[in-house]
């Protein structure tokens, strides 16, 4: 008890710490707002193509828009990494957030006609292609604005806040579908919030946000050509961090069974817990499940800075791994409603402190020249991952979403994690490997600047 109310008081701490920098705050400010669009937005596509009383999506139907949604967007990363690395990042944000807005105007074109084809995936496809590319320019722009001993907290405090703000985004979107019973109208207001994040993020400076160039790296057309041996090029830079590298390891197989369990769960409250005349209590319920893994992101945030202080953060990666495991056996394998919003919360909390730890290891252990570009294969990782397991849910997953041996699979699936990550990156550890650039070593605790092998326990 008393360490989460220490937890607590260290975030507040934190966040008022960082927000005494300008510049941190008017990033800041991008992200919230951005996010929040984001949650008023996904509230109008679930409530137009899951809760419609025309459809009744069975696990095949999920993945095939998370396939539309995020895969083609996996192919064209390494691209728009490229872009990170050679514009400035300051007028990705702008540009990106306008270029959302008036993509949500065709959506809302689309929606208006009642055509739930081809061409409203396309539409959505872009906007959410766009979406993730603007997050991969938060990330990489975030080591601009905080002092590198910062970036622990930072990244408890940004995504997380941020994923606040989308929560509450979709609050907002769904009071505002409950009161006025229009699709159209929270797509209108998606379209106002982007807007007014592309204004926010004229606040920074041009070069605020990087990237550092050197005036020896190719133009943009001449490295667009060359991106394969780009991707080589920063597989090399990886190869030899390899704290980072497993870092992104760990990722991939963590979207990978924690969006298996979000295909069931959207299944589960779709078509097991409430019949086809309850979309609304469906949709409710669904909405504080998700609330739940809110919930938890947000604790995560809290008590991640302080784990990362008691162990090393490969250590902590490897424990929450751990975590992951045993709750997706116990609560979730009751499968009741009350079970799977505490499985819920805990899973958010798994899951966010790993993500967390693991863009630390990133931005601190990978040169600026080269972090737009491996942020966009984290999110190829991020996006390939998940649709792996929505297509493998497609597979294996009945229409009510409820299976125990898919549950024991994903159970064990976090457990192995666990187990090969800890010996690897404790290898890695023990052979003295650190972060270049003066980052923190995987095996280093957060704010220690000593190599582990002074350390005692």
């Given at each position: 008890?008393?360490?989460?109310?220490?937890?607590g008081?260290r975030?507040?701490?934190?966040?008022?710490?960082?927000?005494?920098?300008?510049?941190?705050?008017?990033?800041?400010?991008?992200?919230?707002?951005?996010?929040?669009?984001?949650?008023?937005?996904q509230?109008?596509?679930?409530s137009?193509?899951?809760?419609?009383?025309e459809?009744?999506?069975?696990?095949?139907?999920?993945?095939g828009?998370?396939?539309?949604?995020?895969?083609?967007?996996?192919?064209?990363?390494p691209?728009?990494?490229?872009?990170l690395?050679?514009?400035?990042?300051?007028?990705?944000?702008?540009?990106?957030?306008?270029?959302?807005?008036?993509?949500?105007?065709?959506?809302?074109?689309?929606?208006a006609?009642?055509n739930?084809?081809?061409?409203?995936?396309?539409?959505?496809?872009l906007?959410?292609?766009?979406?993730?590319?603007?997050l991969?320019g938060?990330s990489?722009?975030?080591?601009?604005?905080?002092?590198?001993?910062?970036l622990?907290?930072?990244?408890?405090?940004?995504?997380?806040?941020?994923?606040?703000f989308?929560?509450?985004?979709?609050?907002?979107?769904?009071?505002?579908?409950?009161?006025?019973?229009?699709?159209?109208?929270?797509?209108g207001?998606?379209v106002?919030?982007?807007t007014?994040?592309a204004?926010?993020?004229?606040r920074?400076?041009?070069d605020?946000?990087?990237?550092?160039?050197n005036?020896?790296?190719p133009?943009?057309g001449e490295?667009?050509?060359?991106?394969?041996?780009?991707?080589?090029?920063?597989?090399?830079?990886?190869?030899?961090r390899?704290?980072?590298?497993?870092?992104l390891?760990?990722?991939?197989s963590?979207?990978?069974f924690?969006?298996?369990m979000?295909?069931?769960?959207?299944?589960?409250?779709?078509?097991?817990?409430y019949?086809?005349?309850q979309?609304?209590?469906?949709?409710?319920?669904?909405?504080?499940?998700?609330?739940?893994?809110?919930a938890?992101?947000?604790?995560?945030a809290?008590?991640t800075?302080?784990g990362?202080?008691?162990?090393?953060?490969?250590?902590?990666?490897?424990?929450?791994?751990?975590?992951?495991?045993?709750?997706?056996?116990?609560?979730?394998?009751?499968?009741?409603?009350?079970?799977?919003?505490?499985g819920?919360?805990?899973?958010?909390?798994?899951?966010?402190g790993?993500?967390?730890?693991?863009?630390?290891?990133?931005?601190?252990g990978?040169?600026?020249?080269?972090?737009?570009?491996?942020?966009?294969?984290?999110?190829?990782?991020?996006?390939?991952?998940?649709?792996s397991?929505a297509?493998?849910?497609?597979?294996?997953?009945?229409d009510?979403?409820k299976?125990?041996?898919?549950?024991?699979?994903?159970?064990?699936?976090?457990?192995?994690?666990?187990?090969?990550?800890?010996?690897?990156?404790?290898?890695?550890?023990?052979?003295?490997?650190?972060?270049d650039?003066?980052g923190l070593?995987?095996?280093?605790?957060?704010?220690?600047?000593?190599?582990?092998?002074t350390?005692?326990?």
């Open positions: 008890m008393s360490c989460g109310y220490s937890a008081v975030f507040l701490r934190d966040l008022w710490t960082l927000l005494q920098r300008r510049d941190f705050r008017r990033l800041f400010a991008v992200r919230l707002t951005s996010q929040f669009g984001d949650g008023v937005f509230v109008a596509l679930a137009y193509v899951l809760f419609s009383p459809r009744a999506p069975d696990a095949a139907a999920i993945a828009l998370f396939a539309v949604a995020l895969l083609p967007y996996s192919i064209l990363g691209f728009t990494g490229v872009l690395d050679r514009w400035s990042r300051r007028q990705i944000l702008f540009a990106a957030n306008l270029t959302r807005a008036v993509l949500v105007i065709g959506v809302g074109a689309i929606v006609a009642d739930a084809g081809v061409l409203f995936y396309v539409a959505v496809l906007t959410l292609g766009v979406n993730r590319f603007l991969s938060l990489a722009g975030l080591p601009h604005v905080v002092e590198r001993d910062e622990v907290m930072a990244n408890a405090v940004t995504p997380t806040s941020g994923t606040a989308f929560l509450i985004g979709g609050g907002v979107g769904a009071g505002v579908k409950l009161i006025v019973d229009s699709d159209l109208t929270v797509l207001l998606t106002v919030i982007y007014a994040a204004l926010l993020a004229l920074l400076r041009r605020q946000l990087g990237p550092d160039l005036g020896d790296e133009g943009i490295a667009l050509r060359t991106i394969a041996s780009g991707l080589i090029d920063g597989g090399r830079h990886l190869k030899a390899p704290q980072p590298a497993l870092g390891a760990a990722i991939g963590l979207r990978f924690f969006g298996l979000t295909v069931a769960m959207i299944l589960l409250y779709r078509n097991y817990f019949g086809p005349g979309l609304d209590q469906a949709f409710g319920a669904l909405a504080i499940a998700t609330g739940a893994v809110g938890g992101l947000f604790v995560a809290l008590v800075p302080w990362t202080r008691v162990m090393a953060l490969r250590q902590w990666i490897t424990w929450l791994f751990v975590g992951a495991a045993v709750v997706s056996a116990v609560p979730i394998g009751f499968y009741t409603k009350p079970a799977l919003v505490a819920a919360f805990l899973t958010g909390f798994c899951a966010q790993i993500k967390i730890s693991v863009d630390t290891l990133v931005q601190t990978v040169d600026d020249v080269y972090r737009g570009r491996v942020f966009s294969l984290y999110d190829m990782i991020f996006n390939v991952g998940q649709v397991a297509a493998l849910g497609a597979a294996i997953l009945p009510s979403g299976s125990y041996a898919v549950l024991a699979f994903i159970v064990v699936g976090f457990a192995l994690t666990a187990l090969v990550y800890g010996r690897l990156s404790s290898r890695a550890a023990q052979r003295g490997d650190r972060l650039g003066g070593p995987g095996g280093i605790r957060a704010g220690d600047q000593t190599d582990e092998r350390q005692q326990g």
